[in-house]
Nanobody, 115 residues
Framework: QVRLVESGGGLVQAGGSLRLSCVGLGIFNINAMGWYRQAPGKQRELVAT???????NYADSVKGRFTISGDVVKSTVYLRMNSLKPEDTAVYYC??????????WGQGTQVTVSS
């Protein structure tokens, strides 16, 4: 079955850290992976991406606090989140894009940051 499997969400106090993980199953020719998030009442937004060459991109709101890493060729991506703020509370989604134009989403993992 083709899917992205996420893990690592949870509840943390402001200033704390979490690490999200995502692995792609049955997905081939991935050339980019990333994390997006959607807070209640808001649109889904980009958090960070990484491409097969290793280049990364971050939303301004998370620069210096979040780090994306992984091996796109091996369908694995991580998101290390430090200095978490209440406004980081959202459902975080893993995304994978393939060279054939395929675009896949994980089921989402909840991250809640208490003040």
């Amino acid at each position: 079955q083709v899917r992205l499997v996420e893990s690592g969400g949870g509840l943390v106090q402001a200033g704390g850290s979490l690490r999200l993980s995502c692995v792609g199953l049955g997905i081939f020719n991935i050339n980019a992976m990333g994390w997006y998030r959607q807070a209640p009442g808001k649109q889904r937004e980009l958090v960070a991406t990484i491409i097969s060459g290793g280049n990364t991109n971050y939303a301004d709101s998370v620069k210096g606090r979040f780090t994306i890493s992984g091996d796109v060729v091996k369908s694995t991506v991580y998101l290390r989140m430090n200095s978490l703020k209440p406004e980081d509370t959202a459902v975080y989604y893993c995304n994978a894009h393939t060279t054939l134009g395929g675009n896949y989403w994980g089921q989402g993992t909840q991250v809640t940051v208490s003040s």
